[in-house]
C-alpha cells in the first residue's frame, strides 16, 4: 500500500532574477512497511524535501500525497487538522522545554490539545 507519493516537487526560493531550485521535479513513492533514508551533500535539499512532506513548508508546485490525501491541496484549516490528526515530529533539537522532565514536555501537550478540543468544541 502506497502511504506516500510525491510528484513532480518544485520548491524554489528567490525572485525572477536569482531563483535557488531547492528541489527541481522530485518523484518517489513509499509503500507501507519500507524503511526510507534521505541522504545527500550539505545543501541538497533533504531538509527542504523533509519540512515540505511534512507541512512545515509549502510546495512551488507538484504534489504531496499521504494516505491518498493530497496535502498539496488542502486549506490551512484542513492541512491544519491533518497534520494534528496524521503526523508526528521529531526535530533535531527535539523543541521541549528544557526546564520540564519529558514527562512533564507530554503532559503539556496533551493539556494543550484537550484545551484545543474544547475550545472548538470537537
Request: charged share 15%; glycine share 6%.
Amino acid at each position: 500500500m502506497e502511504v506516500l507519493k510525491v510528484n513532480n516537487l518544485k520548491k524554489y526560493y528567490g525572485n525572477n532574477t536569482n531563483i535557488t531550485k531547492a528541489l527541481n521535479n522530485i518523484s518517489f513513492t513509499v509503500n507501507d512497511n519500507e524503511f526510507v533514508a534521505i541522504m545527500g551533500a550539505s545543501g541538497s535539499g533533504k531538509t527542504t524535501l523533509l519540512n515540505t512532506i511534512s507541512t512545515i513548508d509549502f510546495v512551488t508546485s507538484g504534489n504531496i500525497i499521504i494516505n491518498g490525501v493530497d496535502i498539496t491541496n488542502l486549506k490551512e484549516e484542513e492541512l491544519s487538522n491533518f497534520r494534528k490528526e496524521n503526523l508526528g515530529f521529531v526535530f533535531q533539537d527535539f523543541n521541549l522545554l528544557d526546564t520540564l522532565t519529558i514527562k512533564e514536555n507530554l503532559t503539556l501537550f496533551f493539556q494543550l490539545i484537550n484545551l484545543f478540543l474544547y475550545y472548538y468544541h470537537i
